[in-house]
């Protein structure tokens, strides 16, 4: 990926997924829209490469942040707090955010040296400035 092709994860109906697509289409930059789920695990180790903390700080906070964004799954509250405790390898959080993408906090916006996650507006906004956006006719 170079800095002009941008990926942007999510699941559908996440409200921060959602605006954030809105936002990138108001504004005219390309990108490729992905489900969570689609995502590898060799994207799992180069995103977590570019976050300080790790594949640590794709998943949710805490339980209780996980169970709102996802009420439908209180059984992985337990794979959440397990990652978050710190008893975990790098690694070994990086296989289970393969085997479970639905931990991982969505949006995530990469072009592989750079990511934001979650919605982030003002992140976006300098992020965003100075990128080509398509021909737009109003």
Do not use: C
């Not at 109906?13 to 390309?30: A, D, R």
């Not at 790790?54 to 009420?71: C, H, Q």
């Not at 990086?94 to 003002?122: D, F």
């Amino acid at each position: 990926m170079n800095m002009d092709r941008w990926v942007l994860f999510g699941k559908s109906g996440n409200p921060s997924y959602e605006v954030s697509k809105s936002w990138f289409k108001n504004h005219g930059i390309p990108r490729e829209d992905r489900s969570i789920y689609s995502i590898t695990r060799e994207e799992i180790e180069r995103i977590s490469k570019l976050v300080s903390g790790g594949a640590k700080s794709l998943v949710y906070p805490n339980a209780f942040s996980y169970t709102l964004i996802n009420p439908q799954r209180t059984s992985e509250q337990g794979l959440v707090e397990e990652i978050q405790k710190g008893l975990l390898s790098e690694e070994e959080v990086i296989s289970r955010l393969a085997q479970h993408p639905y931990l991982i906090i969505t949006p995530i916006i990469t072009n592989m040296e750079k990511v934001i996650i979650g919605y982030q507006y003002e992140t976006m906004v300098s992020t965003f400035r100075s990128v080509k956006v398509k021909d737009v006719l109003v």
